[in-house]
């Protein structure tokens, strides 16, 4: 089993719509969480953070979820700007992050 | 000003060359990093120093050596190259040691082995 593992999608959705992504992760004692985004042919850009509480920033809202294991992003009222590959990533152990291999979102006016 | 950056930004070579690709940050960071972007798109961490000093050695062939000459330049030199090292190579770096801090990423470099 990987160590962090998303659907690669992709998610094909209208502007405006909501859309949710999940990323399981196998190492319990993982700590820390992010989930970046990559446009094509670019480098990844933290999105956001995921924090015990969850975090939420405008229209996205990241969660963590320790006994199932997984960490969610949520976009509300997606914009075409959104279409990208979103990459979640977590700590192994307090030095290394392992990526998953991304979940594509195209977002169609 | 960019903060990450990685020369060339395409490589292509014959098997068997050696080759190498510089990186620089200006941030001040303590930390940095290389990865490797294969073709299914999964980012997998190769190499990770600390003020010069080698901290994370995934498992990585021996053809693979990172340099750093210092804290703000990691480099990133590759013997005898073979047609799986095709991928994209990005490097990163972070304010310090620790998966909690944020990591900048550099533009990458496209490597193509024929």
């Known amino acids: 089993r990987k160590e962090v593992e998303q659907d690669p999608g992709p998610f094909n959705v209208p502007e405006g719509a909501t859309v949710a992504f999940n990323c399981t992760y196998s190492n319990s004692a993982s700590q820390s969480f992010f989930w970046y985004r990559q446009d094509c042919r670019k480098e990844p850009k933290l999105l956001m953070s995921?924090?015990?509480s969850g975090n939420e920033d405008g229209r996205f809202t990241a969660q963590l979820n320790r006994a199932s294991q997984y960490i969610s992003l949520l976009i509300r009222d997606s914009k075409l700007s959104d279409s990208a590959t979103y990459l979640c990533?977590?700590?192994?152990?307090?030095?290394?992050?392992?990526f998953g291999a991304g979940t594509i979102l195209r977002v169609k006016s | 000003d960019t903060a990450v950056s990685q020369t060339p930004k395409y490589l292509v070579t014959q098997m068997g060359n050696d080759k190498s690709i510089k990186c620089e940050q200006n941030l001040g960071h303590d930390t940095m990093y290389w990865y490797k972007q294969d073709s299914k798109k999964f980012l997998k961490i190769m190499f990770s120093?600390?003020?010069?000093?080698?901290?994370i050695n995934e498992t990585v062939p021996n053809r693979f050596s990172p340099k750093s000459p210092d804290k703000a330049h990691l480099n990133l030199h590759i013997n005898s190259l073979e047609l799986g090292d095709s991928a994209v190579y990005f490097c990163?770096?972070?304010?310090?040691?620790?998966?909690?801090?944020?990591?900048?990423f550099g533009p990458g470099t496209r490597l193509t082995v024929l």
């Open positions: 120093y600390n003020n010069k000093e080698l901290i």
């Open positions: 995921v924090y015990s």
């Open positions: 990533a977590g700590s192994v152990d307090g030095n290394k992050l392992v």
């Open positions: 990163a770096s972070s304010e310090r040691q620790g998966a909690y801090n944020e990591q900048f």
